[in-house]
């Protein structure tokens, strides 16, 4: 999307009225390719035979026309090669959720989520 009202135009306004600030350790440029799913594999020490599925799937999505069914107007604006297709906000992940981000907690906070599933998604 150029801008954040084009993408109120195709999604509709975000009935939550907030968000939180982008605060990324690491953050691809936007758009896919097969190097691009190969490097997101390497990035998170992958074995080998789940990078070549991801590969078949990636060759898979690559070769498939867009649907002609559907939400047409929301399809037709879909421009793939604008998203970001990775992104990782911090450098480790925790196990314990005394160790997640405050931030991130805030989130699990505002959205509702239960104790019990905080300390499970953590």
């Given amino acids: 999307m150029e801008s954040s009202q084009e993408a109120r135009e195709v999604i509709g306004d975000y009935k939550?009225?907030?968000?939180d600030s982008e605060n990324s350790t690491i953050r691809f440029d936007a758009g896919l390719s097969e190097q691009?799913?190969?490097?997101?594999?390497?990035i998170k020490n992958e074995?080998?035979?789940?990078?070549?599925i991801r590969v078949k799937a990636y060759k898979h999505f690559a070769d498939r026309p867009m649907p002609t069914w559907g939400n047409m107007s929301m399809l037709k604006n879909i421009d793939f090669e604008k998203v970001c297709y990775y992104l990782r906000s911090?450098?480790?992940?925790?196990n314990d959720w005394?160790?997640?981000?405050?931030?991130?907690?805030?989130?699990?906070d505002k959205l509702g989520i239960p104790d019990a599933e905080q300390k499970w998604l953590s």
């Fill in 16 to 19: 939550a009225g907030w968000h």
């Fill in 47 to 52: 074995p080998d035979w789940m990078t070549e």
């Fill in 36 to 42: 691009v799913v190969r490097d997101i594999s390497e």
């Fill in 90 to 94: 911090s450098k480790a992940t925790e």
């Fill in 98 to 108: 005394d160790e997640v981000p405050e931030e991130i907690r805030n989130t699990f």
